[in-house]
């Protein structure tokens, strides 16, 4: 079956700038996380939801961070008046269930802000 | 705190032989383990996890973990390193009492199998 997509593959702006980033997960699952991953760095957390609703927003840097699953499935992460320190690998990952279940993971949304 | 280390950012194994890459994890209370490869330009592909039972966990393309409670250990081995195992390697820890659900992953052990 299809994993998990995410779009676009690389987004290039502005500092100061309005990006939205899209993840679409694998159907059926209900748990849905976001994750940056810098240069060197391993995936760090972001954002993890169950559902519709943001179970755990503890990893968001600050508030011109935002993510939103509407229905349940697709999922945008949307960062306000880009810096130039968002750039990153910006991974989406679902699982069928939250807990001990493995995630299974988008190829990820290169941003780079300039 | 939880937080995961892979103190070697580079393990170089000759074709064949046997692959070591190590991970050691802190948790408050009992951890789910993981491991996932990432190859260039694809998404992280779950290898294995554990998550209670059999210290010694079986996973995908060959690979298998030793959980070490007492040295809070979580080392991925394979007997025979083949060139295609050439890949970056994650370890991942989610304490059992978060309610939270998140999962801490290291920096990555980038493996090298040369011909």
């Known amino acids: 079956g299809a994993g998990v997509s995410q779009t676009p593959s690389n987004k290039v702006t502005e500092k100061g700038k309005y990006v939205e980033l899209r993840c679409d997960p694998i159907?059926?699952?209900?748990?849905l996380y976001w994750y940056r991953q810098s240069l060197g760095q391993g995936p760090e957390f972001l954002i993890y939801?169950?559902?519709?609703?943001?179970?755990?927003d503890s990893g968001l840097p600050n508030d011109r961070f935002f993510a939103v699953r509407p229905e349940g499935s697709v999922s945008t992460l949307k960062i306000q008046r880009t810096e130039r320190g968002d750039s990153a690998v910006y991974l989406c990952?679902?699982?069928?269930?939250?807990?001990?279940?493995?995630?299974?993971f988008g190829p990820g949304t290169r941003l780079t802000v300039t | 705190a939880q937080s995961v280390a892979q103190p070697e950012d580079q393990v170089n194994v000759a074709e064949g032989n046997p692959l070591t890459v190590k991970c050691t994890y802190s948790?408050?209370?009992?951890?789910?383990l993981f491991w996932y490869v990432q190859y260039p330009n694809r998404g992280l592909q779950f290898l294995l996890k554990?998550?209670?039972?059999?210290?010694l966990v079986k996973g995908s393309y060959g690979f298998e973990a030793e959980f070490n409670k007492s040295q809070t250990s979580f080392h991925l081995k394979k007997p025979s390193a083949l060139v295609s195992d050439s890949a970056l390697y994650f370890c991942?820890?989610?304490?059992?009492?978060?309610?939270?659900?998140?999962?801490?992953f290291g920096t990555g052990t980038s493996l090298t199998v040369i011909p």
């Open positions: 948790v408050s209370g009992n951890p789910y």
């Open positions: 939801f169950q559902g519709t609703g943001a179970a755990d």
């Open positions: 554990y998550i209670t039972g059999d210290n």
């Open positions: 991942a820890v989610r304490d059992m009492l978060d309610t939270g659900n998140q999962f801490y």
């Open positions: 159907s059926g699952h209900t748990a």
């Open positions: 990952a679902s699982s069928d269930i939250a807990g001990a279940r493995e995630q299974y």
